[in-house]
């Protein structure tokens, strides 16, 4: 880790993705302190619906905007289902003024509650807060604890997807413009006037995805690195999740080994077989990680005998990934 980030010193985006419960949100954390012992200004975001930050920190932050947790390190974990009310509002109140109603009819509302049951409405929430944080946040390192791979690849999927959408409605848009005038007349009340409203509402959330997706791609300002453990599950997870990555086109800066037990445990007097057993399974597996994705290895952090929990903790972890 160290090796890549002297290596490539304008990395502003450090992004850590994998299943869950391998180690993203410790592993985040232990970047975040070392950049920030490093004198860089570090933020580190959970993306997580989980209140993961707030775990590890052992400090409530959950929804309460940037927290300095040490000197230089911030932590900022966001409240998505909050963010999803405050989109629903925004919608009704657009309902509102657009068609001049006061109630919002009953289809509309249905449809506007049901949307919040919609994974891609968290991500998008997500995705929104991540983007305000990059544009405005003035850090010199961002860190990114994300959701997993599954969904924000899907996700980036998606601004394709409305990238063509945009651009039919766009092209339509600019047809029906011969006839605005007319159409506008026809309407009573401003009819392509609505329609540009609608339409800049889709320009929006197009720039905030091609922004994530630009970021996610651009491998200059942006390392992503993606978590695993001596496991076979995890591995194939792995395997599968860097087709989809290539597939996509999001360059995979490296992964990293997490929670190895430590081989030397083994030169101890009476180690009980169990241990014994799990070691060699792992080494095993180290040995498949090995042929595997050997050179993207970089790091292997080792089992602790506890959680890692708390700065002292979190400082270990960053000792260990450092090295
Ligand atoms: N190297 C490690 N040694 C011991 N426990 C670890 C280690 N890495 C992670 N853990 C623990 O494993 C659990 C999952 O880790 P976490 O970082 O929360 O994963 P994720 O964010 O990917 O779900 C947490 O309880 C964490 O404290
Ligand atoms: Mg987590």
Redesign the pocket.
């Known amino acids: 880790m160290r090796e890549y980030l002297e290596s490539n010193p304008q990395i502003k985006y450090i992004l850590f993705g ?11 954390t232990a970047t975040a302190y070392w950049l920030a012992k490093n004198e860089k200004k570090v933020v580190v975001f959970s993306t ?1 619906p ?1 209140a ?1 930050l707030t ?2 920190f052992e400090t409530k932050i959950f929804g309460k905007g940037e927290v300095e947790m040490a000197p230089n390190l911030y932590a900022l974990e966001i409240d998505a289902d909050k963010r999803i009310e405050e989109y629903q509002e925004e919608i009704r109140q657009k309902i509102r003024d657009m068609y001049g109603v006061t109630e919002i009819p009953e289809e509309c509302e249905d449809y506007i509650k049901s949307s919040a049951a919609e994974p891609a409405m968290a991500e998008s929430a997500t995705f929104d807060a991540m983007v305000q944080l990059m544009t405005t946040g003035g850090y010199n390192n961002y860190i990114f ?1 994300m959701m997993p791979h599954g969904h924000a690849v899907r996700f980036l999927g998606m601004a394709e997807i409305l990238d063509t959408w945009v651009n039919k409605i766009v092209e339509t848009r600019k047809k029906a413009g011969e006839y605005g005038d007319v159409a506008s007349v026809l309407s009573g009340k401003g009819g392509l006037a609505e329609e540009d409203q609608m339409l800049n509402e889709l320009e929006f959330i197009r720039s905030r995805l091609d922004f994530v997706s630009k970021m996610m791609r651009d491998k200059t300002h942006t390392a992503f690195f993606y ?1 695993l453990i001596p496991e076979l599950m995890p591995i194939l997870d792995t395997k599968k999740a860097l087709e989809m990555f290539s597939a996509f086109n999001i360059p995979l800066s490296g992964i990293i080994v ?2 190895v037990y430590p081989v030397e445990l083994l030169e101890q007097p009476n180690v009980p077989a169990f241990l014994r057993n799990r070691i060699a399974m792992q080494q095993g597996y180290m040995k498949t990680i090995d042929e595997e994705f050997g050179p993207l290895i970089r790091g292997v ?4 005998d ?4 708390g700065l002292e903790m979190i400082s270990r ?1 960053a000792e260990s990934l450092f090295r």
């Open positions: 994998g299943k869950g419960g391998l180690g993203k949100t410790t592993l985040s997580d989980q993961s775990d590890i604890d978590v997490n929670q952090v080792p089992m602790f506890r959680e890692p929990k972890v």
